[in-house]
């Protein structure tokens, strides 16, 4: 299959392109940007006029909910809900029913999505059996089954022992951990950020101090073994400050930060909004403006959409007692790019955190547009309104605290390994 993509305004953040070119793409792999091969004859040629041709975005934190909780969304909704939103390559955490904690498992689930034809899915693989947090399980049996990284999901580390057990491990193989940063006694049965909304609401409350001294401790056992350590979802202003501080140390730590966190704060739960409850919970504006201050400054690694379908029901429920979790996939490029225009960075700069940056912590070959790179693409609108609605969400689940909201920023095509798996 030979392709065209014509006239569109091409965006690379790896090399700092920034032009108006054409792209040329052979079985699957880009073959040349700006002037194409003598005697290229496209089988299909895609006019971009207008549009923004980029590298297929990388997502870090996208919740399949298979195998076992297919009630909630199925692999199938999901894949189709990536593509929709230009995402062709997305971690997928361990914590489905039962966890990815056997390489059949995990083979299983690779299986499918490649039967799919849509977005690659690169598995993280579950650190303790059943997700427990007692036992490790076998990290290089399931690496060799797909795994690219190992971690708890939501699922905390109570034994400190085990987390330095499982960091020696990480570390003798060069593994990288994934950890969701929050205290689980502090936290507790709390829903919300520890401040004036969740007093006046009668919520519980989850102070900072729940994702404080869990960063310490991380840090402080990456320090002593050596361990790769990615920070998932970092929520407050004194935690982007201690991953500074750890870095400028020389420690091997990065972190992510969900779209959500960017553009929210306590103040969007106040009517008791359950597509607002979300892990970890929203924090204040001043927490927000430092997540965006550490994206700028490089801190903060990367975003990603921590999509998380939820089902209806579960989020009918008062807000205390509602799942916490939203959808993501289909918003996440139209909130960076809110994000972009609000703290008016450059589009190469900011669409980095969600294509090459991702890609470097996964460590796979994704978010760039080099030559003889697969043709995983997202073209869009950058100029497109569209309403958030529940019904035309590709997701099987439909909540998220944007609904009825106008975004910017539409997805027109989305290839994978050069085929065109979405058309709007």
């Known amino acids: 299959m030979r392709i065209l993509i014509k006239n569109g305004r091409v965006i690379d953040p790896i090399m700092g392109m920034d032009t108006v070119n054409d792209v040329f793409i052979v079985a699957g792999k880009i073959i040349a940007i700006g002037a194409g091969p003598d005697g290229f004859q496209a089988n299909q040629v895609i006019d971009a006029k207008g549009l923004v ?14 195998p076992g909780l297919e009630y909630k969304a199925t692999l199938e909704s999901e894949m189709r809900a990536a593509v929709a939103g230009g995402v062709t390559s997305l971690a997928c955490p361990p914590d489905t029913d039962p966890p990815l904690d056997e390489p059949g498992l995990v083979e299983m689930l690779k299986h499918r999505a490649k039967n799919l034809n849509q977005a690659h899915v690169y598995p993280i693989g579950a650190l303790t059996q059943g997700l427990k947090g007692d036992r490790l399980t076998e990290m290089a049996e399931l690496h060799d089954a797909g795994c690219i990284a190992f971690g708890q999901s939501d699922k905390q580390l ?5 987390m330095l057990r499982a960091m020696q491990y990480a570390s003798t193989f060069g593994f990288s951990v994934w950890l969701s940063p929050e205290d689980a006694g502090i936290a507790n049965s709390g829903v919300a950020h520890d401040g004036e909304v969740a007093t006046r609401l009668g919520l519980p ?18 320090r002593e073994t050596g361990a790769k350590v ?29 779209a959500n966190y960017i553009h929210l704060s306590e103040m969007d739960i106040s009517f008791f909004d359950s597509n607002c409850h979300l892990v970890p919970p929203l924090r204040s504006l001043s927490d927000r ?15 990603c959409s921590d999509h998380a379908p939820v089902d209806e029901d579960a989020k ?24 972009a225009t609000e703290m008016k960075i450059p589009l190469v700069v900011a669409l980095a955190k969600i294509t090459s940056e991702p890609a470097k912590l996964l460590g796979v070959e994704a978010g760039h547009l080099s030559l003889g790179a697969a043709a995983d693409l997202c073209i869009f609108d950058p100029g497109q309104y569209w309403k958030v609605e529940a019904m035309s969400l590709k997701s099987q689940g439909k ?20 085929v065109v798996v979405y058309e709007d």
Request: net charge negative; hydrophobic share 50%.
């Open 316 to 339: 009918l429920l008062p807000f205390g007692e509602s799942e916490a979790g939203s959808t993501g996939l289909e918003l996440l490029l139209s909130l960076i790019l809110k994000w």
């Open 53 to 66: 041709v980029c590298p297929g975005l990388v997502d870090l934190s996208v919740r399949l909910r298979e």
């Open 158 to 162: 109570l034994d400190t022992r085990v």
């Open 289 to 303: 403006d430092a997540l965006r201050a550490g994206l700028i400054d490089g801190t903060i690694d990367a975003i």
């Open 230 to 258: 990615h920070l998932c979802r970092v929520s407050s202003a004194e935690g982007v400050a201690m991953v500074r501080a750890a870095r400028q140390q020389g420690l091997p730590i990065t972190c992510d930060v969900a």
């Open 205 to 222: 409350a989850i102070p900072v101090c729940a994702e404080t001294i869990a960063i310490s401790s991380i840090v402080l056992i990456a």
């Open 399 to 418: 909540n998220t605290p944007f609904l009825g909201m106008e975004l910017q920023g539409r997805v027109k095509y989305t290839l994978a390994d050069g």
